[in-house]
């Protein structure tokens, strides 16, 4: 899966293209995109609707396998091609090395805010671990509250929380296995504009903590000026500019 060592944490997505059938033809989603984004920073990708960001960011965390180019993932423990793994690594890497947030934060309704993330670190595991793992997996989790200011709200369930609370637990529990790359989509546009604001901070904060290399996708042009670089997507193709 991972191989070669490397000493740096970087995303690099070389020339990739993606199409998707439509009717005989096919639709071209990405269109030769390329880019980098090195760990601790973040790469905002703006553009309309059905411009192809979302497909970026499936193809970047390995739930769509484009059609060709590489997509590089180098971490400090060696790097793996993203665009070629199969379904059972891809899996594998998603629960080791790769933080999702989605637009919606899709939260188990059952679960309180600390379960959220305990569920995420035993992903893949046996169903009964000893309880010092337990115990080491609730208080890494208890931290990670913590540094998102929900730890006095730990024991709460999704509906007891407000909407930016409940996507403050969603990047929370991304970070939970510590990936080296985190695909954001849209992280503020159920939120108006001052929690809007506090989550594009938390963002910013937590990518610069946990040095992970970050693809975020938005609609909100007030913070792109914060972000380390920005591209723009129209009908799949990728072009540097402000937004």
């Given amino acids: 899966m991972i191989t070669a060592t490397r000493t740096t944490t ?7 293209t993606l199409t998707y059938p439509d009717g005989t033809d ?3 989603a990405l269109d030769r995109v390329s880019l980098r984004v090195t760990g601790g920073s973040i790469a905002a990708i703006t553009g309309p609707s059905g411009s192809g960001k ?9 739930l769509i396998r484009p059609d060709s180019g590489r997509i590089s993932l180098e971490t400090p423990g060696g790097s793996a091609d993203l665009a070629t793994v199969g379904r059972r ?20 309704p059952a679960l309180t805010a600390v379960e959220q993330l305990e569920v995420m670190a035993h992903l893949g595991q046996r169903l009964f671990t000893s309880a010092r793992r337990r115990r080491e997996t609730h208080a890494k ?17 999704p509906a007891q929380l407000s909407g930016g609370q409940r996507q403050r637990v969603n990047i929370a529990r991304a970070l939970m296995n510590d990936p080296a790359l985190l695909v954001i989509d849209e992280p503020t546009s159920a939120l108006d504009t ?17 040095d992970a290399a970050t693809l975020l996708v938005t ?7 914060r972000m380390d670089a920005v591209y723009r997507m129209v009908d ?8």
């Avoid at 979302?54 to 390995?62: Q, R, Y």
């Avoid at 208890?142 to 200011?149: A, F, I, K, N, Y």
Wanted: charged residues 20%; aromatic residues 2%; glycine residues 6%.
């Fill in 10 to 16: 970087a995303l690099t997505v070389d020339d990739v």
């Fill in 26 to 28: 096919r639709l071209t």
């Fill in 54 to 62: 979302s497909s970026l960011l499936a193809v970047a965390s390995t």
């Fill in 89 to 108: 690594e891809a899996a594998a890497l998603r629960r080791s090395s790769i933080g999702i947030v989605f637009q919606q934060p899709n939260l188990v």
């Fill in 141 to 157: 989790a208890m931290r990670l509250l913590d540094s998102v200011g929900l730890a006095d709200q730990h024991a709460k369930r």
């Fill in 194 to 210: 001052e929690r809007g604001a506090a989550v594009i901070d938390l963002v910013l904060t937590v990518v610069r903590e946990h």
């Fill in 219 to 225: 609609h909100d042009r007030a913070h792109l000026h």
């Fill in 236 to 243: 799949g193709r990728l072009t540097a500019g402000s937004g």
